[in-house]
T-cell receptor
Framework: AQTVTQSQPEMSVQEAETVTLSCTYD???????LFWYKQPPSRQMILVIR??????QNATENRFSVNFQKAAKSFSLKISDSQLGDAAMYFC???????????FGAGTRLTVKP | SQTIHQWPATLVQPVGSPLSLECTVE??????LYWYRQAAGRGLQLLFY??????ISSEVPQNLSASRPQDRQFILSSKKLLLSDSGFYLC??????????????FGPGTRLTVT
């Protein structure tokens, strides 16, 4: 069974600094997708970034980028120039091409200090 | 653009009472639909998913059931609530067919408290 592990329950970053959130996953599949979702205090789940496993190039969305290491089964999220609005729970998620369900990690709570 | 609605936003129900949570999607057709539960401070647990009208797959045996009476409507139900059913319930959709990216889009959620 596929599992997703986020080893950092909480992280803190100073405003305007950079922070990296870690995620590892376990799978025997070769084709899959990885995602980072953000859940602010409103609890609305918001897609931050996606990565297709067949792509070697790391995905980037404005201040958000990932470091995808397929052999190591690692998928970390880097937030540059952190803003107060980035404070939220961040969930790493995985799904294969063929399964309809998405597996989520337990989440990392990010605090941004002014 | 696509929109997903959930209601009610908040619900307080006594133990043993029935439950009906509704989710509807606008702006897309034939979506995959999902129900998740999130316990306080925890990740998301997939409860049910549906690939079409009347087609429901259950991930975890429990006190809950789901139905999909229309293409863009997904309902989560219970005949008798338990204290352990308390939590935050999220509905999500994803598109199917060529070119879809498999990500799921979430509704605003329902906070259920069973007393």
């Amino acid at each position: 069974a596929q599992t997703v592990t986020q080893s950092q329950p909480e992280m803190s970053v100073q405003e305007a600094e950079t922070v990296t959130l870690s995620c590892t996953y376990d799978t025997s599949e070769s084709d899959y997708y990885l995602f980072w979702y953000k859940q602010p205090p409103s609890r609305q789940m918001i897609l931050v970034i996606r990565q297709e496993a067949y792509k070697q190039q790391n995905a980037t969305e404005n201040r958000f980028s990932v470091n995808f290491q397929k052999a190591a089964k690692s998928f970390s999220l880097k937030i540059s120039d952190s803003q107060l609005g980035d404070a939220a729970m961040y969930f790493c998620a995985y799904r294969t091409y063929n399964n309809n369900d998405m597996r989520f990690g337990a989440g990392t709570r990010l605090t941004v200090k002014p | 653009s696509q929109t997903i609605h959930q209601w009610p936003a908040t619900l307080v129900q006594p133990v043993g009472s029935p439950l009906s949570l509704e989710c509807t999607v606008e702006g897309t057709s034939n979506p995959n639909l999902y129900w998740y539960r999130q316990a306080a401070g925890r990740g998301l647990q997939l409860l049910f998913y549906s690939v079409g009208i009347g087609q429901i797959s259950s991930e975890v045996p429990q006190n809950l059931s789901a139905s999909r009476p229309q293409d863009r409507q997904f309902i989560l139900s219970s005949k008798k609530l338990l204290l352990s059913d308390s939590g935050f319930y999220l509905c999500a959709w994803s598109s199917r067919g060529l070119g879809n990216r498999y990500e799921q889009y979430f509704g605003p959620g329902t906070r259920l408290t069973v007393t």
